[in-house]
């Protein structure tokens, strides 16, 4: 039976990872048994959970964020993935590893859709192609720098410019305008504060013009002012 035809995006989205360059007899063999599915907004790609499967994805199109979760249920953003970004190697490479570290999910902040790899040829191709290692390496030390910069954010910059860069990251353009869809919660839970604090910030924001209320979120009235709250030079 043949597998069914990727979409042009999503053969796109492959050529932006780093494993794009590969051969073509390569990709072929990476891509073995790939699917598309699509993820509404604030649907789940993936949750990590006891026992549950790995899996090897590549963001389409749309913007996801890996999150995880603390015992006492409070979540913090981890990273965020958009078109041509790899989730899971870790997962496949080191599942055991992954499995102590407690409860992962991807969530889609905006409707996207992602490329499911099968984690046994993806492993099975590297096995054979030696070369192919350098190549996940580079996408490994990708992943982690992003995660880094995501950290120092999330520590070193105030819950202003945190909240602040949370509804850049998160916009979609719709027909009048930037848009955010989420809740002063949502905001809350991706950049590790409470919604308590964050309503002070986005109140701030409002009151400034930068951000106005809408029935299921933000509008962005002011991205480049926003943008230039985010990049101010203190960090108090």
Not at 96 to 124: D, H
Not at 194 to 204: H, I, P, Y
């Amino acid at each position: 039976m043949n597998e069914p035809a990727l979409s042009v995006e999503a053969l796109a989205a492959w050529q932006q990872t780093v494993l794009g360059a590969s051969a073509p007899k390569t990709a072929a063999a990476l891509l073995t048994g790939a699917r598309e599915i699509r993820i509404p907004a604030g649907g789940h790609v993936y949750r990590v959970e006891g026992d549950a499967p790995r899996i090897l994805a590549v963001v389409v199109d749309g913007l996801m964020r890996v999150y995880a979760t603390s015992s006492q249920g409070r979540q913090a953003t981890v990273r965020y993935l958009s078109t041509g970004q790899f989730y899971g190697l870790i997962g496949i490479l080191a599942p055991r590893l992954v499995g102590q570290r407690g409860e992962l999910a991807i969530q889609a902040l905006t409707e996207g859709r992602v490329l499911l790899l099968s984690p046994n040829a993806f492993l099975a191709t590297v096995d054979r192609d030696p070369r192919l290692s350098h190549l996940v390496y580079q996408e490994l030390v990708a992943s982690l720098l992003d995660a880094y910069d995501l950290l120092a954010a999330n520590v070193f910059l105030p819950v202003r410019r945190r909240v602040g860069r949370h509804l850049l990251d998160m916009a979609v353009r719709e027909d009048h305008g930037l848009v955010v869809h989420a809740s002063q919660q949502n905001v809350a839970d991706a950049i590790g504060s409470v919604r308590e604090v964050v309503s002070r910030a986005m109140l701030q924001l409002r009151d400034e013009g930068l951000i106005a209320r809408i029935d299921d979120g933000y509008e962005i009235l002011d991205a480049a002012a926003l943008h230039r709250v985010i990049s101010a030079g203190d960090v108090t």
